[in-house]
């Protein structure tokens, strides 16, 4: 497991989901990171206006009290109070639309990329193949990825998420994501990544990474694609440039 130092103790970094669990995972690219500030500064305005609602129906249902107020007021409309509701609401989805414009842009940029993995989905494992490193149209360094069953488990490996077969990858390294299917709709799904792309089958989706440390992160097909569907984990091992070689050279041996 990755630590992350503070300045107190080091803390193990939250890269699968947890029993209870509310919050994201733990960020490993800038474009996760950008989905938490996001909705971290859509949770701020949501929290404001949460306030000022409660006290606008708190503040009304005080004054306007049948024993405080019997004659009620014969103001049917303002308007100062109308252009003051409707610039508001207009500024803060302004502030929201920016940054969310920024995100969705920035997600469907492909950086220049250093490797390439081509992801197939299947009923009910997945397929990846490192096109990069083909001699030929015969051989290529491909392989299927099926879940552990749960029997053969070993300690400390988790329950419906675990692979026989892991995609390694380097860290700190631009990956693009050629994703595809070869029967039903699925989903490539990692959070901590922040990618989830679908699988179509006949048409290849293709998404950017950039992983910033070096980790196991956990994911899942996040598409209904029939029975077994909960039964398509996702595992990526980011390691270090050197460790990546050393992977490759023995998987082409």
């Excluded at 690219?29 to 996001?38: A, E, F, K, N, V």
């Excluded at 029967?183 to 490539?188: A, F, G, K, P």
């Amino acid at each position: 497991m990755s630590l992350k130092n503070t300045w107190l103790f080091p803390i193990g970094y939250c890269d699968a989901a947890e029993p209870w669990q509310l919050g994201f995972q733990d960020a490993a690219t800038p474009m996760m990171q950008g989905i938490i500030d996001l909705h971290h500064d859509i949770f701020f305005f949501l929290i404001i206006i949460l306030i000022f609602v409660l006290w606008m129906l708190v503040r009304a249902l005080w004054h306007f009290h049948h024993k405080r107020n019997p004659i009620p007021e014969r103001i049917v409309h303002g308007t100062t109070i109308e252009i003051i509701w409707t610039i508001f609401p207009s500024i803060i989805l302004m502030f929201i639309a920016i940054p969310s414009f920024a995100s969705s842009y920035s997600m469907d940029e492909v950086v220049d990329p250093t490797i390439t993995i081509k992801a197939i989905g299947h009923q009910r494992y997945w397929t990846h193949e490192y096109s990069d490193y083909n001699s030929s149209d015969e051989q290529s360094l491909t392989f299927d990825s099926y879940m552990i069953p749960e029997d053969d488990l070993e300690l400390g490996q988790l329950r419906l998420l675990e692979v026989d077969n892991r995609v390694v990858v380097p860290a700190k390294t631009h990956l693009r994501m050629i994703i595809t299917s070869a029967d039903v709709l699925h989903s490539w799904a990692v959070p901590s990544l922040g990618v989830k792309c679908d699988a179509v089958p006949g048409r290849s989706n293709q998404t950017s990474i950039f992983i910033k440390r070096e980790g196991v992160y956990y994911g899942q097909c996040s598409e209904l694609c029939g029975t077994n569907h909960a039964f398509m984990p996702i595992v990526v091992e980011a390691v270090s440039l050197d460790d990546y070689v050393s992977w490759i050279s023995n998987k082409l041996d």
